[in-house]
């Protein structure tokens, strides 16, 4: 099951994707770079929960 930790880390990453886009370029840039740091952090955090979880599956169906 997925847990709110999953979050927290995108959510961190957006906020400083918009902040270095909004320093850099404006609002606009602040938005596009908060979006991309968002999915990239998720497609990550998910990507790696959801390995660790199928590998702990098929490691314990094995013994």
Do not use: C, W
């Amino acid at each position: 099951m997925m847990n709110i930790t999953l979050l927290y880390m995108p959510i961190l990453m957006a906020a400083v994707g918009f902040f270095a886009g909004y320093s850099q370029e404006g609002l606009q840039a602040g938005i596009i770079y908060a979006i991309g740091f968002f999915s990239g952090s998720f497609i990550y955090r998910y990507m790696r929960y959801y390995i660790v979880d199928h590998t702990k599956k098929i490691s314990s169906r094995q013994r």
